[in-house]
């Protein structure tokens, strides 16, 4: 059964960078397509980025795009997450997400609802 830890959050101030890895168990990575999710306190949880199975397709929210960055390293089963001019509104517990293809293909998955397994979450505060 797969299993994902998410690493890499911490505080940093405004403009600030992050990177957060997601690192996959139990199953190779390159069949799977991988999302990013995040929760802010008081709020529901809300898609970030998604990386297809073949690394081909990207996609990102409006708030996050062009300042955060997905990537995967199938060879080292870990997909990232790359964070920069981080903004207070960025503050949020980062989850990881799978979801099974069973091919290499370029499809990306924005909703909670088309995802299969999770990890724990990694806190990230943007504040001054």
């Known amino acids: 059964q797969l299993q994902l830890v998410e690493s890499g959050g911490g505080l940093v101030q405004p403009g600030g960078s992050l990177r957060l890895s997601c690192v996959a168990s139990?199953?190779?990575?390159?069949?799977?397509?991988i999302g990013w999710f995040r929760q802010a306190p008081g709020k529901e949880r809300e898609w970030v980025s998604a990386i297809s199975s073949s690394g081909g397709g990207t996609n990102y929210a409006d708030s996050v795009k062009a300042r955060f960055t997905i990537s995967r390293d199938n060879a080292k089963n870990t997909v990232y997450l790359q964070m920069d001019s981080l903004k207070p509104e960025d503050t949020a517990i980062y989850y990881c997400?799978?979801?099974?293809?069973?091919?290499?293909?370029?499809?990306?998955?924005?909703?909670?609802?088309?995802?299969?397994?999770w990890g724990q979450g990694t806190q990230v505060t943007v504040s001054s």
């Open positions: 139990g199953e190779t990575l390159d069949t799977w397509a």
């Open positions: 997400t799978a979801t099974y293809i069973g091919t290499s293909g370029s499809y990306t998955y924005t909703s909670e609802d088309e995802y299969d397994y």
